[in-house]
């Protein structure tokens, strides 16, 4: 892709915040955009967010407003968010004029109403992208006023009109492209693992999943019998997922016991955690599943259930499912002799290349520069910036 030449710098105005699913996406879209494009940056981010972390250590200029989460039920964060709604759209307002973007890209979280309604309000392109299948409240008020919309998977396409709607893929992070290049074995021999054994690695995010660490800690004993695990439990939860791991595997000989890991995290590494895995027992979080279908990799989705935060991972883990490209139990139902029924008959079987094979009609390696390239069509109309005809569902 070639560097466009222009006249003036262009501006793009990047919003999305509150949890780090919506905002890594939002900085691999602008990274992309200051790298190749040479555009000037202006991070959109509330002030209470995680967002303020992140930015600003990404090496982004931000601008924060009083956003609003706006919740489904009514308790006194509801009260206290609509409250704050008024007094961020007008701080809104202000930033967009004052920064004067060409367009304007947002990937979801609260601070993305205002963001997207400023945008609009002062006739600046607005493209939204949404990167689980069903829109959370935040898309749904604002896809409306978006001139492109860029979905994740296709089952998407439901949710929003067909004509201006692109199915582009959730932007994935370069250290999981890069790993690629790695053998399994030779990143489980960097992660210190034993290169030949099968690796079930197990993650329920950044924050941890105690269901998941419970049940996956009792499934131990036999589970190392015929395979060897990492376990990512979540800095929170690392005490006591480490507590009753010991005492479950506290009678197994020591040849077993060292077929097991438990990690409170992982950061650099995680890339290559992902790629050493046979198997990934995990969550169905979008950006997650984007990147299991790019690494072609086998999983046990156990997604979070839709009355926590308005969780849309079923829907997710639904639509891998329906393509045979992964495995589903439900958190409710998730016991130590099911999920080691599971693993046996995965790793066993030919369910791992069905998968791997399957996932290929999910995995979208070029999604940041085709989302990146999108943003500049519509910043830059006259240049003559396509985004690829064959993501197109439709424009």
Known sequence: MSVLLMEHIMRILISGGGSGGHIYP??????????IYNAEILYLGSDDGLETQLVPAAG??????????????????????????????????????????????????????????????????LLLHQQDVPPNLSNKLIGPLADRISIAFADSQQYFPAGKTLLLGNPIRQEILDVRQVSVQQARIQLGLAPDLPLILV??????????????????????????????????????TQSLSESTIAGLDSELKQRYRLVPYLT??????????????????????????????PSILVPLPPAIGSSPQEANAETFRRAQAAEVIKNDVLKPELLISRVQHVVNSASLLDMAQALKQFARPTATSDIAEAVVHMAQPTTGAQTPENKRINV
């Open 60 to 125: 982004f200029r931000m601008a924060t407003i009083k956003a609003g989460k706006l919740q489904r039920y009514v308790s006194v964060k509801t009260v206290k968010g609509i409250a704050r709604v008024p007094v961020g759209m007008v701080q809104a307002v202000g930033i967009v004029r004052k920064f004067r973007p060409d367009a304007t890209f947002t990937s979801g979280g609260y601070v993305a109403v205002p963001a997207g309604l400023a945008s609009r309000l002062n006739g600046v392109p």
């Open 268 to 297: 650099d590494e995680m890339a290559l955690a992902l790629r050493a895995a046979e198997l990934v027992v995990c969550r169905a979080g979008a950006a997650t599943l984007s990147e299991l279908a790019v690494l072609e990799k």
């Open 203 to 240: 993650t329920g995010g950044s924050q941890g999943a105690r269901h998941l660490n419970q049940v996956v800690a009792r499934a131990l004993p036999e589970l190392l019998q015929f395979c060897q695990v990492l376990q990512i439990s979540g800095q929170k939860l690392l005490t006591e």
């Open 26 to 35: 939002a900085l691999a879209v602008a990274t992309h955009l200051r790298n």
